[in-house]
């Protein structure tokens, strides 16, 4: 792990400023993913910016009848609240699929939403990787792929995205609130926080440079079956081979959002149309796009069953 200074933030706007005047600085909450990078010298900030004491930590009802989620809420907390629980089920059983024990009491919700990509090739730093060095190449492509993405991909990276809360929080619609370095602030869609890989999948966010996310809004329950089902090779503590999110309504319709297969949270509103017709037919629409490797192409198979078996358990 390379040198580094550190400071603990004031408040929201100190820890934004800080960090617009450094470009190599990083914010540390939980650390979960953070410093297991610093270790292997993917990550090297300058100075880390803690983040823990600026009171993000809280669960509160909004005027809407939803919840604003603070940044700092760890996961464990999150999972096991009763609202949580009782109106947005899909949100606890996604955390609860993820990681272990041990690090949902670390991590933090909107470190969640910012941990970075398993692939096996951004992990060796003997092999090039766009992600970790821009330009350099993406090792995956011709190279070991059951893990990496069937669609959003590019020439440049077939990563994917590993939060399994994402997953919840773009079928829900949630919204993530950040405040600037300049004190304004911005409400972003789950749909548009993440970005597709592109030429530059080592942005990963629409995140400006010292941006900070305050808190996490979700709108109003909606009710319905909520599922969270989640194919892995393993089965507990290891990222989804594919995951899949649905909320079905008692008459066929909901909302679907997959993940294990894209650079990002992969949800399709024109797919969830056919949710009555069934898996097959909503699939087809999910990931139409698809460009699947010889070693991952499975998954477009999986997915399909997997949902499927989600709509099965909606329906009792």
């Known amino acids: 792990m390379r040198a580094f200074t550190y400071e603990r933030a ?8 800080a960090a617009a005047g ?83 009491n670390k991590a933090t919700t909107s470190g969640n939403l910012l941990q970075r990509t398993r692939c096996p090739y951004f992990y060796d730093t003997n092999q090039p990787c766009n992600k970790r060095t821009p330009g350099s190449g993406c090792s995956a492509i011709g190279g070991y792929s059951r893990q990496n993405a069937v669609v959003g991909v590019s020439d440049a990276c077939i990563a994917t995205h590993p939060s399994d809360m994402a997953i919840a929080m773009r079928a829900l619609d949630a919204v993530v609130e950040t405040v600037k370095p300049d004190g304004s602030k911005r409400a972003i869609p789950m749909a548009d926080f993440h970005r597709l890989p592109g030429d530059t999948p080592h942005i990963e966010t629409v995140l400006e440079q010292g941006e900070f996310i305050t808190a996490v809004v979700l709108p109003a329950p909606i009710g319905g079956k909520q599922i969270y089902r989640k194919v892995r090779d393993r089965a507990s ?22 993940g294990g297969v894209a650079h990002k949270p992969w949800r399709v509103e024109a797919a969830e149309a056919e949710l009555p017709k069934g898996a097959r037919a909503t699939a087809s629409i999910l990931l139409a796009d698809a460009r ?11 997915v399909e069953r997997a949902l499927g078996a989600a709509i099965a358990e909606a329906k009792g």
């Not at 004031?10 to 400023?17: F, I, L, N, T």
């Not at 290891?238 to 997959?258: E, M, Y």
């Not at 699947?292 to 999986?302: A, G, H, M, S």
């Open 10 to 17: 004031s408040s929201v706007e100190a820890a934004a400023q």
């Open 22 to 104: 450094n470009r190599e600085a990083k914010f540390i909450a939980g650390g979960t993913n953070l410093l297991d990078l610093m270790k292997l010298e993917i990550e090297t900030p300058t100075h880390l910016i803690d983040v823990n004491g600026l009171g993000l930590d809280t669960i509160e009802a909004t005027p809407d009848g939803g919840l604003r989620i603070g940044a700092m809420v760890r996961n464990t907390d999150l999972a096991s609240h009763e609202v949580v629980r009782r109106d947005y089920g899909l949100l606890s059983r996604a955390l609860l699929a993820g990681a272990s024990g041990q690090l949902r």
């Open 237 to 258: 503590y290891a990222f989804a081979l594919i995951s899949v999110g649905a909320i079905i309504q008692p008459d066929g319709t909901g909302r679907v959002a997959v």
């Open 292 to 302: 699947p490797t010889e070693q991952n192409r499975f998954k477009v198979d999986l």
